[in-house]
């Protein structure tokens, strides 16, 4: 076997490679070699050493002109509007050009520009936020598990936060709130049971140690049946005569009243502030329809703590991800028409209608692109919000189903996924579909990789 830096060498002659950095290049020909003893040792292969050689530049030629970044462009074609796996919020035109002008330029993150000194990059997002929700104050974190981590540490730490059996709630990933809480360093005192909870239950729980109301929107889940919950007007009236603040966790999140969009409708933050509650937290990737973020709003004097927290700046937002936000909270504030310009909510209203004028194309371009022996037929269906949002309300959609006689539908959905771009569809009742809901054109069903044509 040629030593490593004889075959680096050999490997830097190559036209092709000759532009590589010695440490990449010095990774592929270490990968090489060990597939090439491997063959050796199996006795697949029995050359000499100048073949050896040639077959190593030969592999690490290929295997960097395959070499992609991890992180790929796929076609959702799952119906699944704010898919957590698939990267959640599709995001707007504008917003994505303020990211890249924050990405290519210095910019005034921390810079006052009126007074020339130190800014606060809270202050880039602030009173859009305050504008759209009514409230004193804002700040912004990573995501909104950050952002209830990040209030209960500032509120609570060491002391009792209350909350409800029936609001302790796992997220994905198995994040759970319980979880959440113990590393901020408060303590739960849980009251009523999982399916009721009376305002005695809050009122009774109270005491010395008590820090924080804490109230939490079931986004990813309901309780239905013989049920009973203390609305949030009730807990901030509790926690008025005590002197206790209350947190409402929204989770997804609405700026506004999605039923105008065809959507059932979900708790609006500026609503929640208006019924009393001090803090409110939700997401900016959800139905916000913005980039990953946990924003919370409410009471100045509250949002301060938040903000002098030590925790704040290890769980602060980068430029990019500020330019993204402000970008999507400036659209809600002067844009007409959300839906044309917010992807989320274009998707979320989408019309069988418009699917089904869609479907004969994406059917007609499937066809053509695979074998006779796939059948390809426009089926009706439903897709789901995702995210944990409305998690029991389903969208009535447009799907193109994809069959064959002798390949199961996982098979197929193996195949699809390895297309250029990947397509990700979804398996139903025995069949592979294709759900035009999450489409724009059908034409990138036209990339189906070579593999599926035989």
Do not use: W
Not at 14 to 26: C, I, N, Q, V
Not at 300 to 319: E, F, S, T
């Amino acid at each position: 076997m040629p030593p490593v830096d004889e075959c680096l060498r050999a490997a830097a002659g190559h036209p092709a490679l000759g532009g590589l950095s010695h440490t990449y290049l010095k990774v592929l020909v270490t990968r090489a070699q060990s597939r090439m003893r491997a063959a050796i040792a199996n006795g697949e292969i029995a050359i000499g050493r100048d073949d050896i050689m040639k077959k190593i530049v030969d592999e690490v030629q290929r295997a960097a002109a395959a070499d992609e970044p991890a992180l790929k462009t796929i076609v959702n074609a799952t119906g699944v509007v704010l898919h957590t796996n698939l990267g959640r919020a599709i995001l707007p035109e504008a917003v994505i050009e303020t990211m890249a002008q924050a990405a290519r330029s210095a910019v005034n993150l921390e810079f006052d520009l009126e007074g020339g000194g130190r800014g606060d990059r809270d202050g880039l997002i602030e009173s859009e936020l305050c504008a759209l929700t009514s409230a004193e104050a804002a700040t912004v974190v990573n995501n909104n598990a950050a952002a209830v981590l990040l209030a209960l540490t500032a509120i609570a730490e060491g002391r009792e936060v209350i909350v409800s059996r029936g609001e302790l709630i796992e997220i994905g990933g198995s994040f759970r709130l319980p979880d959440v809480m113990a590393r901020s360093g408060a303590r739960l005192r849980e009251v009523g049971t999982t399916n009721r909870t009376h305002p005695a239950d809050y009122e009774n729980a109270i005491g010395a140690e008590t820090a924080l109301l804490l109230k939490v929107h079931p986004s990813n889940y309901r309780v239905v049946g013989f049920t009973s919950e203390v609305a949030l007007e009730e807990l901030v009236k509790i926690g008025r005569a005590r002197g206790i603040p209350v947190m409402e966790d929204l989770g997804a999140g609405a700026l506004i009243d999605l039923s105008a969009y065809g959507i059932p409708r979900e708790p609006i933050v500026a609503e929640r502030i208006a019924a009393g509650a001090d803090l409110v937290s939700f997401s900016g990737d959800k139905l916000l329809g913005g980039p990953q973020a946990g924003i919370i709003v409410g009471k100045r004097g509250l949002v301060a703590k938040l903000k002098a927290n030590a925790l704040k700046r290890a769980l602060r937002c980068d430029k990019i991800t500020l330019a993204a936000l402000s970008a999507t909270l400036r659209l809600y504030l002067r844009s007409g028409n959300l839906a044309a310009e917010i992807p989320t909510l274009r998707y979320l209203s989408r019309s069988a209608h418009e699917m089904r004028q869609m479907a004969p194309r994406a059917r007609d371009i499937l066809s053509d692109h695979l074998s006779a022996d796939f059948r390809c037929e426009i089926v009706e269906s439903t897709s789901q919000i995702g995210s944990g949002a409305l998690p029991t309300e389903e969208l009535p959609t447009i799907a193109i189903r994809v069959t064959h006689p002798t390949i199961s539908a996982n098979s197929i959905a193996d195949l699809f996924r390895g297309a250029r771009p990947p397509i990700i569809g979804r398996v139903t009742d025995d069949g592979f579909q294709l759900d035009l809901r999450t489409i724009d054109d059908p034409a990138v069903f036209a990339a189906v990789f070579p593999p599926l044509c035989t």
